[in-house]
């Protein structure tokens, strides 16, 4: 119950998530409701997830030629998932959806996220068919997002390529008209395409009928070359098996095959693939012989939007998928916390200091009496629980994006823009950092399998590699976010950091954290300015993620500073002892944390170029 008073709390005290029940999208909801979305979430979690969690890191995905074998616990939990409804949570009821908010939505799935985050691929799924739905033509989304959300169909996000990595610009997948009359197929215009993707998460599996891919890939120009860069890039729907109008299998399979199974360091429950596009290893539609009516070979794929406009289009996916990787990574620190804090509270070790040093006659303490094992504990509250708020903010502000008004909804979307990289990466950073110290705090137990700890660690150590590396996302932070539209975005966060300092001064508790965050958001602004004084890009970004870090550390200070304004709110807050444990976190942030933000913004405003400059052949 800890996990759910940690996010009853941050909903509706912190977040005021009833609130948006007068809006008239969610007018059928309330607290009861919410309430009771979250209960069945937490019960299937609890039933179906946790007890697997172990099982699955170790019955690795197999691939026995043709297809891939899992153990059956993952089939009853992705059933469980999709027979809950939370594949479409947050869609309209004419789609099957629930029109639950979307910080509702996100906050009942931190349950599957703490119980097993690797044995389904739900994030994916919804992501894939939400990018639909914003880009796709209404056959798509009957089609394909319709049977995404009520789980008959599963769906993947194919970028990355063995050459490519993270530069998509390099991507070499190709997809050519197929045949004149590509332009009047239904589902939308129907293209051939041949190339590899790597590191596919749920790239194949027998859970559902069908797996549907969102695919980039570049449409030849006129001369038959590949446009060059980011603007040559279009996205398709590639089905792994065909399908009619009406949504219904035709027994043709794609020309989609599973070159191999990649087997990762974490999140080993899920399938990750490097898949084959039009190898012709499932010939379709006259594939080989010259094709029918003019027709090559390749796998078959469904426009989606304009053509070059296709990472415009992911981006919609990627974005919903950053902040679902922040909050993968806080609730697998958060796992780590619970179980780290429930060893130190049982194991007896070492005996209290006294005048005379330590009395051996007296009996053994508990590692918790000890200071330094409290100190790892809060250190792993104060991140988890922050990064948690974190992402439930930005949760909210989707929400706000698209039912706020006027300039209320225009504001939420550029604060997220602004906090999408932080959101991601810090919980991504920190989170791992928390998951080391439930290690630690267990001792040489921590580093056997008897134990959780080691498992929420190489599960956690994927995030800072998914969706984006901290370097990525720093460069988009710094080279982007805050200096699009003249600094817009940092004003407009800098104002909501500013408006809680103002409320926080008027707390005798919370006045000198109120100066400090003060301090600390004007370096970050001054040191914005000292990045780009040149206007040289190569100078400006040499930093960007040590720039990013203390970005980040300052909007952890906000939101903990706001939390604690919070829960002051509280009259019997005093009385309560997780109150008193979350205004002990912020108070560890504020001492032990955001004074590292000096050394990090320091070679940023010296715009340092010690590591760019540094010669190859001197490693």
Not at 408 to 431: D, H
Request: aromatic share 8%.
């Amino acid at each position: 119950m800890r996990l759910r008073s940690t996010i009853d709390f941050l909903l509706y005290d912190w977040l005021q998530a009833e609130e948006l029940s007068s809006r008239p999208r969610f007018a059928d909801h309330s607290r009861n409701t919410f309430d009771a979305v979250m209960d069945i979430c937490e019960r299937i979690a609890r039933e179906k997830y946790a007890p697997f969690n172990r099982t699955v890191d170790l019955q690795e995905p197999q691939f026995d030629g043709e297809k891939v074998i899992l153990p059956q616990c993952t089939y009853d939990a992705r059933e469980a998932y999709a027979d809950s409804g939370m594949l479409s949570a947050a869609q309209d009821y004419e789609i099957g959806g629930m029109q639950l908010p979307y910080v509702v939505e996100s906050a009942a799935n931190c349950f599957f996220a703490a119980a097993s985050i690797s044995i389904g691929s739900n994030m994916l799924t919804s992501g894939n068919a939400n990018a639909i739905m914003a880009h796709g033509t209404d056959l798509q989304k009957n089609v394909f997002a319709a049977n995404e959300f009520n789980g008959r169909w599963a769906g993947t996000m194919a970028l990355s390529e063995p050459q490519a990595g993270s530069s998509l610009s390099d991507i070499a997948t190709r997809a050519e008209p197929d045949g004149a009359d590509f332009e009047s197929e239904a589902l939308g215009p129907r293209y051939r395409l041949k190339g590899n993707k790597m590191w596919i998460s749920a790239g194949d599996h027998e859970l559902t009928e069908n797996i549907v891919h969102l695919v980039l890939a570049k449409i030849p120009g006129p001369d038959g070359k590949p446009v060059p860069g980011v603007k040559g890039i279009s996205l398709f729907i590639v089905p792994k098996k065909l399908v009619d109008t009406q949504g219904q299998l035709t027994g043709e399979r794609n020309d989609v095959a599973l070159a191999g199974l990649n087997h990762k360091l974490g999140w080993r429950g899920t399938t990750n693939t490097l898949l084959n596009f039009g190898e012709g290893k499932y010939p379709v539609r006259g594939e080989h012989g010259g094709g029918l009516d003019g027709r090559g070979a390749g796998a078959i794929g469904y426009l989606v939007g304009k053509p070059g406009e296709g990472l415009k289009c992911m981006f919609h996916m990627m974005n919903e998928a950053r902040i679902s990787i922040g909050m993968a990574a806080s609730m697998l620190g958060m796992a780590g916390y619970h179980a780290s804090l429930e060893y130190a509270q049982s194991r007896p070790q070492g005996r209290p200091i006294g005048g005379g040093g330590k009395d051996a006659s007296k009996p053994q303490s508990r590692i918790i009496e000890h200071a330094d094992v409290k100190r790892m504990l809060l250190a792993q509250k104060a991140y988890c629980e922050g990064a948690l708020a974190l992402n439930l903010l930005c949760a909210k502000l989707v929400d706000e994006q698209y039912t706020g008004e006027g300039e209320q909804a225009a504001e939420a979307k550029l604060l997220l823009e602004v906090l999408t990289p932080i959101a991601k990466s810090w919980p991504s950073e920190f989170c791992l950092e928390a998951n080391s110290l439930a290690i630690q705090i267990h001792g040489g137990y921590g580093y056997t399998r008897d134990f959780a700890v080691e498992q929420y660690w190489r599960d956690n150590r994927l995030n800072m590699i998914h969706e984006g590396t901290h370097g990525i996302q720093a460069m988009d932070l710094l080279g982007r976010k805050v200096i699009m539209d003249g600094g817009k975005g940092l004003q407009l966060l800098a104002a909501r950091i500013n408006a809680t300092i103002q409320k926080a001064l008027q707390q005798a508790k919370l006045s000198t954290y109120a100066n400090q965050l003060a301090r600390a958001l004007a370096d970050v602004g001054s040191t914005t300015k000292a990045a780009w004084a040149t206007d040289n890009p190569q100078e400006a970004l040499a930093n960007a993620v040590p720039y990013m870090q203390a970005f980040g550390h300052v909007v952890l200070g906000w939101i903990w500073l706001d939390v604690a304004l919070a829960v002051l709110a509280k009259d019997e807050w005093l009385a309560i002892a997780a109150h008193r444990g979350s205004m002990a976190a912020q108070r560890y942030f504020f001492h032990y944390e955001l004074p590292r933000i000096g050394a990090w913004l320091q070679v940023v405003k010296a715009r340092d170029m010690t590591c760019a400059y540094m010669e190859e052949d001197a490693f």
